[in-house]
């Protein structure tokens, strides 16, 4: 069965600080790796994909995600935090050729100033 | 440019009324079309995915069902609402290969 985790319901940085969000995925064959951003009361927005070639992927914001195949992981990362990067992140995975996302449960970034 | 509308943004409902939750999108042809419900701000639960006109695969067994009348509007609807219907509800389209783009979202209270 194909899912996603993030092992972190909750993370804390303070402003300025690098963060990290971590993402693992289980699925047959070479995914397509995605992180998402949502804002209270409002819809996901797409930050990043990771598809083939370069496994550090860059997105919108100032966000980057590395792909890992061997530790099938695809942490998003930001080396310097902003008050207005506390929002709630997605990490979601689409298994080549499949229709369907598969997204993890979320983690919640507090960044502190 | 593309663009995705959910209407309504918010709506409150007694337990055994009726629902229809209408999506949009503007500038793509033949989209995949998705529902899903998010609970408390959290994770996201597929309902529903189209992939063309009148194609409806329903992931969870449930209270909901779903339409894709034409191309690009897919409609969420409920014969009689429970108090567990509550939720936000997010539609999004995404084309081959790609991310999907979500919509704002209907906030949804079954009192």
């Known amino acids: 069965a194909q899912s996603v985790a993030q092992p972190e319901d909750q993370v804390n940085v303070a402003e300025g600080n690098p963060l990290t969000v971590k993402c693992t995925y289980s699925?047959?064959?070479?995914?397509?790796l995605f992180w998402y951003v949502q804002y209270p009361n409002r819809g996901l927005q797409f930050l990043l994909k990771?598809?083939?070639?370069?496994?550090l992927v860059k997105g919108s914001y100032g966000f980057e995600a590395e792909f890992n195949k061997s530790q099938t992981s695809f942490h998003l990362k930001k080396p310097s935090a902003l008050v207005s990067d506390s929002a709630l992140y997605f990490c979601?995975?689409?298994?080549?050729?499949?229709?369907?996302?598969?997204f993890g449960p979320g983690t919640r970034l507090s960044v502190l100033p | 440019s593309q663009t995705i509308h959910q209407w309504p943004a918010t709506l409150v409902q007694p337990v055994g009324s009726p629902l229809s939750l209408e999506c949009t999108v503007e500038?793509?042809?033949?989209?995949?079309l998705y529902w899903y419900r998010q609970a408390a701000g959290r994770g996201l639960q597929l309902l529903f995915y189209s992939v063309g006109i009148g194609q409806i695969s329903s992931e969870v067994p449930q209270n909901l069902s779903a339409s894709r009348p034409q191309d690009r509007q897919f409609i969420l609807s409920s014969k009689k609402l429970l108090l567990s219907d509550s939720g936000f509800y997010l539609c999004a389209w995404s084309v081959v290969s790609n991310e999907q783009f979500f919509g704002p979202g209907t906030r949804l209270t079954v009192l």
């Open positions: 979601a995975v689409r298994p080549l050729g499949g229709q369907n996302f598969v």
């Open positions: 699925v047959s064959g070479n995914p397509y």
């Open positions: 990771y598809i083939t070639g370069d496994n």
């Open positions: 500038g793509t042809s033949n989209p995949n």
